[in-house]
């Protein structure tokens, strides 16, 4: 049997267990802002504004500066490293303008995915490397959780058994080098919806994947109530001929975490993974109106499926930047309802929100 030694002291412990509860409060997800500067170089790109970083700066000013009502839906933001120590219009730094809101700081802090030698094309990600002494500095600049993301695909012969055992373990060392640092570990293992597998198959897939990500976090001795998790949709793949329904993918969805995940990890926060806004947000709706028991909050952690639209109305234009804030927060206030299970969808949703925001291979 092994022996215990104690890794966390109480206070540790409880901090942690607290932040992870602020953040997945009852009717509150993430945006994800944290997309790479080549990342947001594409987003920028389809409106036709350059990627410099004054245009980086100010698109985000524009999420971080509306209302603080804001923090009725959003309690988390992830921030990319760049963000991180940029201001806002009126010369405060952004993780201020996100504190004064009530609103928990992260961070992303992987590196990006490195290919497995002798898979299909399959990855590993990197970043372990200095990460605790990142972690520590991440701390000391305002930040109380952090991100890493692995990704995994869906093929004949994927996931390898050699990629879930290797990005399970790679999240389960992150995880216990975050806490370690005061940070709440938000583990993402994505399933891609690349390829034309249907909703049973990705079922059976996320299901495998978690059990292992669970096993391995249980191995390196992560506190469960200090994490939250951030996983795929059960989904079928884009190429599937078959469309399901929202009532179809919440229930595959919530039957794979409850066979998987511990019911004292806090809160569950899905990636949007490429579906329109408003698919996400009608799928994360069904989800909390399966009539299932569900031990953890279910949310969201989106990025594209928050920004899109918002990107659409502001065109890199300044006289649209009220206009854009106010289908930010609309959206946001949309996602907010459905973690609760009470988005009543109007019918109205513009041409921005239904438009599928899947790219192949998808590198954050």
């Not at 993430?30 to 987003?43: F, P």
């Not at 109205?348 to 291979?361: E, K």
Request: charged content about 20%; glycine content about 8%; proline content about 4%.
């Amino acid at each position: 049997m092994t022996h215990q030694y104690p890794s966390l002291s109480p206070a540790q412990k409880k901090e942690l267990s607290d932040i992870a509860q602020r953040i997945v409060a009852t009717g509150k997800g993430i945006l994800a802002a944290d997309e790479s500067t080549g990342t947001m170089g594409n987003r920028l790109q389809k409106i036709n504004v350059e990627n410099n970083e004054e245009n980086r700066r100010y698109f985000r000013d524009l999420l971080f500066s509306v209302d603080p009502s804001i923090a009725n839906s959003i309690g988390g933001v992830i921030f990319f490293h760049e963000t991180l120590y940029q201001k806002s219009e009126n010369g405060k730094l952004f993780p201020q303008v996100i504190k004064e809101k009530g609103i928990v700081v992260g961070i992303k802090v992987d590196k990006g995915t490195a290919g497995l030698n002798g898979t299909n094309g399959e990855t590993t990600t990197q970043g372990l490397d200095g990460l605790s002494e990142r972690c520590a500095q991440y701390k000391k600049d305002g930040c109380d959780f952090a991100k890493w993301r692995c990704v995994l695909k869906i093929s004949a012969d994927c996931p390898s058994a050699l990629a879930i055992a290797e990005n399970a373990n790679v999240l389960a060392r992150y995880a216990s080098i975050c806490q370690q640092n005061g940070l709440v570990p938000i583990v993402e293992p994505e399933v891609l919806p690349d390829g034309d597998h249907d909703l049973l198959r990705c079922q059976y897939v996320t299901e495998k994947v978690l059990a292992a990500t669970y096993k391995a976090l249980s191995d390196h001795h992560v506190y469960l109530e200090g994490t939250l998790l951030k996983p795929n949709m059960v989904t079928a793949g884009h190429s599937c001929p078959k469309k399901y329904t929202p009532q179809e993918v919440a229930m595959a969805t919530v039957t794979a975490l409850r066979r998987t995940v511990p019911a004292a990890v806090p809160g569950i926060c899905f990636l949007s993974g490429g579906q329109s806004e408003e698919e996400a947000s009608l799928n994360l709706n069904a989800m909390n109106q399966v009539p299932l028991h569900r031990p953890w909050k279910v949310s969201f952690s989106y990025g594209r499926a928050l920004q899109a639209s918002t990107l659409a109305a502001w065109q890199g234009k300044a006289a649209n930047k009220a206009a854009a804030q106010e289908v930010f927060c609309n959206r946001a206030k949309i996602n907010g309802l459905a973690s609760r299970g009470e988005y009543k969808p109007s019918g109205s949703a513009d041409q921005a929100a239904m438009q599928s925001l899947h790219t192949a291979s998808y590198v954050y």
